[in-house]
């Protein structure tokens, strides 16, 4: 019988190892001990530290370590069946033939390691700078900036989140003055970097 499913939510973690991998397309797949379900197709991948790409999952299945494909292999990015269980047996010092593992499949649709610095957001939708200011600049922005960009992840949009939070439209330049505020930091802090860097 499969164990009870794990959720996932916008984002998903990576070693810092396969960072290089992820950008450059050898590795399209990672595999996660039991049973891993997504709420989302579109995610951000972060690796080292940082926000590396926003990806879409392409598919998701589960298997048991003893089914594990050279196949399943290639597409995690691994010469083998054999280097792959090897290194799941690294990170997940429990695991066995048996363990239930999810592959979840996926493409890069924007890289950030290099955005753009021609575009006012970098290239980068709003929500998504919203989404990644709140997981590493809660130190950095005060309760209200907070409040304004978790809106923004649950409405998507600039003009949805001030007409709910402040009732006009009139005030979209308080939004946007904290967008920009947010992906300022971020580039000061290293976690994102403009193409001219």
Known sequence: MKEKPRFLGRHLMVKGKYVSDILEGRKKATIRKGIVKPKYREMIIHGGG?????????????????????????KDGFSS???????????????NEESWVTIIEFRVV??????SSHDPYMGLSPVDIAR?????????????????????????????????????LNKRFVVRRILKKALTLLIEKGYLKKEDD
């Open 50 to 74: 940082r926000p590396i790409a926003k990806i879409f999952i392409e598919r998701v299945y589960h298997r048991r370590v003893r089914d594990l494909s050279n196949e399943d292999a290639l």
């Open 81 to 95: 069946r054999e280097e792959l269980i090897e290194e799941l047996k690294k990170v997940y010092k429990d695991i």
């Open 110 to 115: 924007q890289r950030m390691d290099h955005l």
């Open 132 to 168: 990644i200011a709140l997981r590493y600049l809660s130190d950095e922005l005060n309760d209200m900036e907070k409040k304004i960009l978790l809106d923004l992840t649950r409405t998507n949009s600039i003009r949805a989140t001030t007409l709910r939070l402040y009732g006009s």
